[in-house]
């Protein structure tokens, strides 16, 4: 979490500067329409209104902490209920810091290439990669920092998905091996788990190598693999 914070805040800082200050921020994204929180047109293809972000948002978080099988993993590990409700709340709290931070980025990075988009020119290939680009030109000149960013991206990414890649082992193990093998000593069973643990890696890492379509962010692609039943349909 301190990794993150300190990632997100050099960026920040930074790119507040290099944009002309939290003032030319603010005023460049109000202008572009970028501060219309309260949008209520009714259209469902448009991404970012009113009713898509309570609505929408409302189903995407419930995905993510009313059935997803990590978070429910670990709040069984707690000690008590208690315990798990209270590691929710500061979780709460951190996820509100990040958030937070991430969206000053965007709001910064908008003003900065307020007149020239990467994405336009052509100088990404993905929306994924507008973030990292974005770094590299306001930190490349600082030996060492454009590294805290990429530590501050892993510190966010390798948590969360070893918990999903265990999750998905605990799952496989649960409802097909023990299932079929009840007989399995624990040293058997921590094995298999392993094996498990492997084969998903594996398996996400083709489909992340082969099935990889550039006009789907991160966003879209967690909605296509959370729970149908929260998150609509696949």
Known sequence: MVVMVVGFLTVL????????GIESVWSTAHTGGRMDV?????????????????VGGTFTWLGIYGVNQ????????????GHARWALYLNLLGLWIILFCAVIS??????????????STGSVSAPDQLMPYFVMEILGAFPGL???????????TLSTVAASINALATV????FVSQCFRDLSNRAANWISKA?????????????GYAHNPNIDSYERHRQNSPSAISGSI
Not at 107 to 116: E, G, P, Q, V
């Open 70 to 81: 990590s978070t429910i993993q670990r709040c069984i590990s707690c000690k008590t209920e």
């Open 106 to 119: 965007g709001l910064i990075m908008y003003t900065f290439y307020s007149r020239c988009d990467p994405w």
């Open 146 to 156: 454009p590294g805290l960013f990429v530590a501050c991206a892993f510190s966010g």
């Open 13 to 20: 800082i930074q790119g507040a500067s290099r944009a002309g």
């Open 38 to 54: 309260f949008d209520f047109d009714i259209n469902p293809l448009r991404r970012h209104t009113f009713w898509t972000l309570t």
């Open 196 to 208: 498990l643990c492997k084969y998903t890696q594996c398996v996400q890492g083709i489909k992340r």
């Open 172 to 175: 496989t193990y649960e409802d």
